[in-house]
Nanobody
Framework: QVQLVESGGGLVQPGGSLRLSCAAS????????MGWYRQAPGKQRELVAT???????NYVDSVKGRFTISRDNAKNTVYLQMNSLKPEDTAVYYC?????????WGQGTQVTVSS
């Protein structure tokens, strides 16, 4: 099982960009499906994007064309490049690892999009 630490959140103006990173410790990072989720105040946590062990990606419709998930297995890190940010992207973003029924969550990083 991996331990996950997110970084890269912050305050950005609408239309701006941020890159989130999630560093994983533990073994066999490359076999895990990695994902980014987010939770806005008063709302349920929702899936943003996933990347499989083979590199296949999946995105929620609201971020398609704006966000890109990627992974660097040599660095045990998954990234979320977020462009053209909107106020509705404001949330705590969580990193997730999954292999079968084994999964872990990071502590989250706050992203605030506001002028």
């Amino acid at each position: 099982q991996v331990q996950l630490v997110e970084s890269g959140g912050g305050l950005v103006q609408p239309g701006g960009s941020l890159r989130l990173s999630c560093a994983a410790s533990g073994s066999s990072f490359e076999i895990y499906t990695m994902g980014w989720y987010r939770q806005a105040p008063g709302k349920q946590r929702e899936l943003v994007a996933t990347i499989s062990a083979s590199g296949s990606t999946n995105y929620v419709d609201s971020v398609k064309g704006r966000f890109t998930i990627s992974r660097d297995n040599a660095k045990n890190t998954v990234y979320l490049q977020m462009n053209s940010l909107k106020p509705e992207d404001t949330a705590v973003y969580y990193c997730n690892s999954r292999f079968g029924i084994i999964g872990s969550w990071g502590q989250g990083t706050q992203v605030t999009v506001s002028s």
